[in-house]
Nanobody
Framework: QVQLVESGGGLVQAGGSLRLSCAAS????????MGWFRQEPGEEREFVAA????????YYADSVKGRFTISRDNAKNTVYLQMTSLKPEDTAVYYC????????????????????WGRGTQVTVSS
């Protein structure tokens, strides 16, 4: 079982930055592709970014491309989401997720393709 814990969320003004972290316990993340998703109340969970197990490939939703950066430090068993130029529409609960397969070399963008999830961290961007 992979247990994920997100941190780094908070309240920030529009134009500001936050860095989210996703740490794993139980099993290592270093062999799994990872994804970040977000969800607003009453809405479906939305893909934000993903990264392959070795960091060789990243992929972003159009809405965050150029503003968000996903990265990982396998030695620390942690994945990050650096968010800059934040907008009020980025307000959501942000979740990290781990790929069900090891050494996955393609990124997944559908929530149902992931099996391990954290509990989320709230990001609120004020205008």
């Amino acid at each position: 079982q992979v247990q994920l814990v997100e941190s780094g969320g908070g309240l920030v003004q529009a134009g500001g930055s936050l860095r989210l972290s996703c740490a794993a316990s139980g099993r290592t993340l270093s062999t799994r592709a990872m994804g970040w998703f977000r969800q607003e109340p009453g809405e479906e969970r939305e893909f934000v970014a993903a990264i392959t197990w070795n960091g060789g490939t990243t992929y972003y939703a159009d809405s965050v491309k150029g503003r968000f950066t996903i990265s990982r430090d396998n030695a620390k068993n942690t994945v990050y989401l650096q968010m800059t130029s934040l907008k009020p529409e980025d307000t959501a609960v942000y979740y990290c997720a781990a790929d069900p397969d090891l050494y996955q070399t393609r990124v997944r963008v559908r929530p149902r393709e992931y099996v391990f999830w954290g509990r989320g961290t709230q990001v609120t961007v004020s205008s």
